[in-house]
């Protein structure tokens, strides 16, 4: 009995460490009377400085569903409590209402656990006189708005998202669809994000994908030849839209934990070799705050239409997979990343297919790709500098020659022969 009582205390000990602000980071903002999550969705709104703005780019998750937990939307980076701004999304609570916020800690605990409340003020007129109003952010089931009370709904969960916590809390990718399957079994699905996230050790992602070239094969099929960039143990850059590779077809086998800080990227879409990304689309949430029954599709002005030259991930009727076009006025997916094959030309193309490419192991001094170093490298890269006008070399695209950079500097150049020379007469590359 002594033992479950010490465990028991501990288990409590762990959930209220798992609830409280602790310092600049990632975290899911939970409201106590509506168990329901802010999710960010879009910037368009109908009021300006005003904390109702929020009724229209923020929607309530409830808890009981697992998309508080897939959606990017719910990460929130909070820097501070004094006089603070909220980010999430590639925007901010001060760019969206020109307003501050406090998050001060409550006085009434929620669940035996320590709750929060944020509050701003504003000016309003009072019989004929302005008067500095504060306002609690509440939800009372509907949506993010603002009083002038404290009470349940206007107290609020604060969990921490990270490598300490990632047990109960964490950022779970969901694939597309499940029967988005390649040959061994693995699921895929893209993702565009505005926070660096971890891809764990021995977990369900596998990888961190881009994709810099469309190739044609045998058969003349267009190919999409996805290269890994990101490994397990190695973080993605924020706002780096990303093909990802997992193990599992649920949100709890695919892991990632958010790090660093968000990178408050308002440029869309955002652009990743052939890949393109943004973070928002459509979605449906309440209309009207007199009547909360009466629904409406929001169209951030970031959504981005569908394009026949925009691809998104899924799979052909045959089962095959990779990137084909979307019905004709719809929207891509918030949060995902695209193929965009526009600057491609290849007219009418309509179904590019995924191959995962293994990038082969370059060679150093290795220029022609002949597997050797040569005196024949030499020529090759002399040639390859003096022809006009000299072809301009980016290593992610054209790994083929890669060896030619004998240096390691990015750039084929003149000192690259120098290089090269020393490597064949000494054995060493300066």
Request: glycine share 8%; with cysteine; aromatic share 12%.
């Amino acid at each position: 009995m002594k033992k479950f009582y010490v465990f028991f205390c501990l288990l409590v000990v762990a959930l209220m460490a798992n609830a409280e602000y602790a310092g600049p980071g990632f975290y899911r903002v939970h409201n106590a009377g509506s168990d329901s999550y802010i999710c960010i969705k879009g910037t368009s709104f109908s009021w300006t400085s005003n904390p109702d703005a929020f009724w229209g780019c923020i929607k309530m998750l409830p808890a009981g569903e697992q998309s508080h937990v897939s959606d990017a939307g719910t990460l929130i980076y909070i820097p501070y409590t004094d006089q603070t701004s909220l980010y999430a999304q590639g925007v901010d609570t001060y760019s969206l209402t020109e307003l501050l916020m406090d998050v001060d800690t409550a006085k009434v605990r929620e669940g035996g656990l320590p709750t929060y409340v944020a509050k701003t003020k504003i000016w309003i007129t009072m019989n004929n006189e302005e008067k500095l109003f504060t306002c609690y952010f509440r939800d009372q089931g509907n949506g993010l708005t603002a009083g002038s009370f404290d009470r349940t709904e206007a107290r609020w969960w604060i969990e921490p998202v990270n490598e300490e916590t990632i047990e109960t809390s964490y950022y779970g990718v969901q694939p597309t669809d499940e029967s988005i399957v390649d040959a061994d079994g693995m699921y895929w699905t893209t993702l565009c994000c505005d926070f660096p996230f971890l891809i764990p050790a021995d977990g369900g992602v596998q990888g961190a994908y881009t994709v810099r070239e469309v190739k044609q094969d045998e058969q003349g099929d267009y190919c999409a030849m996805a290269v890994k960039v990101y490994g397990q143990g190695e973080v993605v850059p924020a706002a780096t839209p990303v093909l990802l590779k997992c193990a599992a077809p649920t949100v709890d086998g695919n892991k990632l934990i958010p790090t660093g800080e968000v990178a408050n990227n308002r440029t869309f879409p955002i652009v990743s070799d052939l890949l393109m990304g943004n973070y928002f689309s459509t979605f449906i949430n309440h209309a009207n705050m007199q009547d909360f029954s009466i629904m409406e599709e929001y169209v951030p002005e970031q959504a981005t239409v569908a394009g026949p030259c925009q691809l998104a991930l899924g799979v052909d009727g045959e089962g095959r997979l990779g990137f084909f076009p979307k019905a004709e006025g719809t929207y891509m997916d918030a949060n995902t990343a695209w193929l965009d094959i526009e600057a491609l030309e290849l007219p009418d193309v309509n179904a590019v297919y995924l191959v995962e490419w293994e990038v082969p192991e370059v060679v150093q001094g290795d220029a022609n790709g002949d597997g050797m170093v040569s005196i024949k490298d030499v020529t090759f890269l002399i040639d390859y500098l003096l022809s006009s006008p000299a072809p301009e070399f980016n290593l992610g695209r054209d790994n083929s020659i890669a060896g030619a950079d004998v240096n390691g500097d990015g750039i084929i150049n003149i000192k690259d022969v120098t290089a090269l020379i020393d490597l064949l007469l000494n054995g060493t590359a300066q």
